[in-house]
């Protein structure tokens, strides 16, 4: 059986190991400490973590806990069309999937091209969209 060791100082912890703190097992990712179940501690379920409402979702994301996220349609604040949240373009579509907002970065297969899996496997993902 492996000794796990307490959670040394950041400069000496080694990425993707596990460790021990407040008798606790805890994994370094090189980043954050999450803990056993691979979630950052107030956000796991399972562990019981303080960002958890009682109906074991992330409280300010939860509707039926009027969470801080969600405005009066019941939607994400953020992709709310009838709120015009920050994550929707003048064209009333998310901004992120907006054909008309990425005009200039679809690629030749008609696709937005950082998300063209096409040209990602060929190395076409810098070419200009003819």
């Keep these: 059986m492996d000794i796990v060791i ?4 950041k400069k000496y912890r080694i990425p993707n190991n596990i460790y021990k703190l407040n ?16 979630r950052q501690r107030p956000n796991c379920v399972d562990c019981g973590g303080s960002q958890i409402c009682i109906h074991q979702r992330i409280k300010t994301t939860c509707k039926d806990c009027g969470g801080k ?31 008309e907002c990425f005009k200039g970065k679809l690629c030749i297969h008609d ?15 810098f070419l200009p969209a003819d």
Excluded at 6 to 9: A, G, T, Y
Excluded at 23 to 38: E, R, T
Excluded at 111 to 125: A, L, T
């Design 23 to 38: 008798d606790k097992i805890v994994f370094w990712n090189g980043n954050k400490i999450l803990c056993h179940h691979l």
């Design 6 to 9: 307490e959670l040394p100082e």
């Design 69 to 99: 996220s969600v405005c009066s349609h019941g939607i994400q604040k953020a992709t709310c069309k009838k709120c015009k949240g920050s994550q929707i373009c003048q064209h009333n579509r998310i901004k992120s999937s907006c054909r």
């Design 111 to 125: 696709k937005i091209r950082c998300r063209c899996s096409i040209c990602k496997d060929y190395g076409n993902y």
